[in-house]
């Protein structure tokens, strides 16, 4: 386990700045995930973590050492990458050895690290074979045995899982948090899905536009997004927001009238404008004093809860209800808010009130 630290790190492509000075504290043993759309920044700031990129200006430290200037071999990181980047010619035993080999181990030493990794993994019934008789799974599983026998001090991982299915997927990412938890290596993993941060994260740091937007355990990014980006970023269905103004203890949308949480009633007062934010999942509870009004132009029944597409005034609304609510394209319903889990953002700055 190793604390690491990016001080004031910058990456710049000639004139064009894509990580203006970033700061980060990774906290030994610690899961931490960055998340963020395609070009915010999140695989440059790995692959300078890594040595593959230089940094521009700023430092890297990992447990105490300053590694900005050291060759990326020297860093004691271990990475795996999207493609998985096996050696095609050499067989399961032999990838996961390799790294090993070249650095001079002793040839017991690396039998007893490549088994133990592969008890860990699954993988020892499959160690003479060549990577092209794996599924996509076990490569996978191939290239994090790679890292895993150099016990480094941090492992970096970069979108692993975006060739993988939808349900290999899942599975993966179950087995790399456990094996996580196991190991307590400082874990840095890259991705542009929200929900493998969600699901995997110890800590998620948001990033756009290179800067971080926000940096916190997934509850507190879902309960409190810190600002617009976040909220929208986070949560599938994506937050649902609305022009709106505060009058009288209620939100005023669309021509109609929304109560508030007496709590948040006092702790905004009257407002003008405002952007409301609420999550359509947060659009269902039989119990809830506020109701909207739409007319629902595609309904989605997915087993567990439909969604309810539409719009009020001319801003889309998705509501995320439950498989029987009475609801048909193009008539009219009500669908209850639960108004405290509701949200405002100045429409300005985009900071959440």
Same mark, same amino acid.
Request: some cysteine; proline content about 7%.
């Given at each position: 386990m190793a604390? $690491?630290?990016?001080?004031q790190l910058?990456?710049a ?13 990774i ?12 070009g915010?920044g999140? +695989?440059? +700031?790995?692959?300078m ?10 430092t890297? %430290? ?17 990475? $795996?990458?999207?493609n998985?980047a ?6 399961v035993r032999?990838?996961?050895?390799y790294a090993m080999r070249?650095?001079g ?5 690396i ?5 133990? *990794?592969?008890?860990?993994l699954?993988l020892?019934?499959y160690?003479?074979r ?10 996978q599983?191939? !290239?994090i ?5 150099r016990q ?7 979108e692993?899982? %975006?060739?993988?299915d *939808?349900k290999?997927? $899942? ?7 456990l094996?996580?938890r196991?190991?307590?290596?400082t874990?840095?993993?890259v991705?542009?899905d929200?929900?493998e941060?969600m699901?995997?994260?110890d800590r998620? #740091?948001?990033?756009h536009?290179g800067r ?10 879902y ?12 949560? %599938?269905? !994506?937050?649902?927001?609305l022009?709106?103004?505060?009058e ?6 669309g021509?109609?009238?929304l109560?508030?949480d007496p709590?948040?009633? /006092?702790r ?5 404008? #405002? /952007? ?13 004093e ?15 809860h +439909?969604?309810?597409l539409?719009? #009020?005034?001319?801003e889309?609304? #998705? ?7 009475? !609801?048909a394209p ?6 209850p808010?639960d108004?405290t889990? !509701? ?11």
């Amino acid at each position: 386990m190793a604390h $690491v630290e990016l001080s004031q790190l910058t990456k710049a492509f000639g004139a064009v700045t894509v990580i203006p000075p970033l700061d980060l504290d990774i906290e030994a043993g610690e899961f931490l995930v960055l998340v963020g759309p395609s070009g915010c920044g999140k +695989t440059t +700031t790995l692959r300078m973590l890594a040595g593959l990129e230089t940094a521009s200006s700023g430092t890297i %430290s990992i447990a105490g050492q300053d590694v900005t200037d050291t060759r990326p071999g020297e860093r004691d990181c271990a990475m $795996v990458f999207q493609n998985y980047a096996l050696y095609p010619h050499m067989s399961v035993r032999d990838n996961i050895g390799y790294a090993m080999r070249v650095h001079g181990a002793a040839p017991a030493e690396i039998e007893a690290r490549v088994g133990e *990794a592969a008890e860990l993994l699954g993988l020892t019934p499959y160690l003479d074979r060549k990577p092209k008789n794996l599924s996509g799974g076990q490569r996978q599983r191939v !290239a994090i045995g790679r890292a895993l026998v150099r016990q480094p001090q941090v492992f970096l991982f970069d979108e692993p899982l %975006s060739n993988l299915d *939808a349900k290999l997927r $899942v599975e993966m990412r179950t087995e790399i948090k456990l094996l996580q938890r196991r190991l307590g290596t400082t874990t840095v993993y890259v991705t542009h899905d929200q929900v493998e941060a969600m699901t995997m994260a110890d800590r998620v #740091v948001v990033m756009h536009a290179g800067r971080i937007e926000q940096a916190a355990d997934p509850i507190t990014l879902y309960e409190r997004p810190a600002n617009r980006f976040v909220a929208n970023f986070i949560g %599938s269905p !994506a937050m649902n927001f609305l022009s709106a103004r505060i009058e009288g203890g209620a939100v005023h949308v669309g021509g109609q009238r929304l109560p508030l949480d007496p709590a948040d009633a /006092a702790r905004l007062g009257d407002r003008t404008s #405002v /952007a409301f934010g609420i999550r359509p999942e947060h659009m269902r509870q039989a119990e809830a004093e506020a109701a909207l009004s739409f007319t629902p132009e595609v309904v989605e029944p997915l087993g567990a809860h +439909t969604l309810l597409l539409g719009h #009020v005034g001319e801003e889309k609304v #998705v509501a995320q209800v439950d498989p029987r609510f009475p !609801a048909a394209p193009g008539e009219p319903c009500t669908v209850p808010v639960d108004m405290t889990q !509701a949200h405002f953002f100045d429409p300005e700055t985009d900071i959440r009130l």
